[in-house]
């Protein structure tokens, strides 16, 4: 069965310094994977998306994403975190045509607190 | 411009009554979905509809119900079935399959 996970609840960080959250999948193929930011009692905005071909991929705000397919992963980074980064992320799995499935799965987020 | 708009951003029912939440998109997007999203628990699919007239169960479905009359509506009931319906609903809508999710702005329920 698809799945996305987020192993990390909360993550801090100062700001100016680097960031990666963590995101790894269970997908039976070809894996259509997202990005999203939510900051508090909005909806979610998305960061960048990979369907296939170059393994990094560039998103907006300054982030970049890398697929690792032997590592089941599609971590999220940023080289200088803004105060204004503060705020939800979540990894998502895009859904399967192949399987009927046409449900998109997400996880459950990773929380970034920026300190000044 | 282009969006999904739901309404309203506040709801506050008592317990024992329906409520409608309005989830309107003019991306003439084919897809639309309806998430709770529960602090800790990301985001839980409620239901999803690929085509007019069609819609199908996600994984929360219990206490809850759509249409889809039209493409760019799929308004959401919450019965007073739903056991624990106070929660923050996100509608979302994409062209296919493979193509990101646009997501509205959220209604937050709360039930007293």
């Known amino acids: 069965a698809q799945s996305v996970t987020q192993p990390d609840i909360h993550i801090t960080v100062s700001e100016g310094a680097s960031l990666e959250l963590r995101c790894n999948y269970s997908?039976?193929?070809?894996?259509?994977l997202f990005w999203y930011v939510q900051s508090p009692g909005q909806g979610l905005q998305l960061l960048l998306k990979y369907f296939s071909g170059d393994t990094l991929v560039q998103g907006i705000k300054g982030f970049e994403a890398e697929f690792k397919r032997s590592q089941s992963s599609f971590n999220l980074r940023k080289p200088s975190v803004h105060w204004s980064d503060a705020a939800e992320y979540f990894c998502a799995v895009g859904a399967n045509r192949a399987s009927g499935t046409y449900k998109y799965i997400f996880g459950t987020g990773t929380r970034l607190k920026v300190l000044a | 411009d282009g969006g999904i708009t739901q309404s309203p951003k506040y709801l506050f029912r008592k317990e024992g009554q329906n409520v409608t939440l309005s989830c309107e998109q003019n991306l003439n997007h084919d897809a639309m979905y309806w998430y709770r999203q529960d602090p800790g628990q990301g985001l839980r699919l409620i239901y999803y509809s690929q085509i007019v007239n069609d819609f199908q169960k996600g994984d929360i479905a219990e206490g809850y119900s759509v249409s889809r009359e039209k493409k760019e509506s799929f308004p959401l009931t919450v019965t007073s079935a739903q056991k624990n319906p106070t929660a923050f609903y996100l509608c979302?809508?994409?062209?296919?399959?493979?193509?990101?999710?646009?997501f509205g702005n959220g209604t937050r329920l709360t039930v007293t």
């Open positions: 997908y039976g193929a070809t894996p259509y």
């Open positions: 979302a809508s994409t062209w296919s399959y493979n193509s990101p999710l646009h």
